[in-house]
C-alpha cells in the first residue's frame, strides 16, 4: 500500500517568485503559511513531492550547488515546522531545448510516479500557473491552482479556458491544505480503495 502524494510547483506556491528568478538562497523566502502548509498534509498523512522548472540553471543565472542551497534552506524550514518533503524533482533546462520535462510537459510528474510507484491519477497537483496545471491534468493528476506567484493575476475571476476544466481554485497553499484535509482521504489502509471526492 503506497502512502499517497501530493506534487507541487516550488517558486509561487510555496516561495516568493520573481521575473528575475529565485538565484539565491538569500532570495528564497516562503510564503506565508506555506512551510505550515505542507507540514499539515505530512501529518495528515500525505508525501510531499516539488516538481519545479528551474530554467536559470540552463540560462547560466547560478548552479546546482546554489539551487541546492536553495532547498537547504527549505528543509530546514520545513523540518522546524515538522514537515518535509520526500524528493524534488526539477527541469533544469530552457524553452529551447525542447524537453521532456519542462511544464507544461508531464515529464517530471511522469518521473515521480515511476519513483514512487503511483497511480498519478490518485495524486493531487498544486501550481500558482497554467503551466503548471496543463502539466498535472497531461499527467493524469488532479490540478490545482493557488492564487499566489502567477496566480495571483486570477483572484475575483474565472479562470480562461485554456485551464482545464477540473482545475481546483485555492487562495493560497494553506487554504489547499485545509482543503485536502476535509475532502481528500490520506489514510493509508483504505486510499487505494477510497478514492478522492
Known sequence: MHTPLVILDRDGTVNHDSDDYI?????????????DAIAKLNHAGWRVVIASNQSGLGRGLFDVATLNQMHDKMNKALAKAGGRVDAIFYCPHTPD???QCRKPLPGLFEQIGDRFGVDLKEVHAVGDSLRDAQAASASGCIP???????????????LPDTFPSQTRIHTDLAAFADWML???VAKNSNYATAGSS
Open 23 to 35: 538565484k539565491s538562497a538569500d532570495e528564497w523566502v516562503a510564503l506565508p503559511g506555506a512551510i
Open 144 to 158: 490545482h491552482l493557488v492564487l499566489t506567484g502567477k496566480g495571483e493575476q486570477f483572484v475575483g475571476q474565472a
Open 97 to 99: 531545448e525542447h524537453c
Open 182 to 184: 476535509t475532502h481528500a
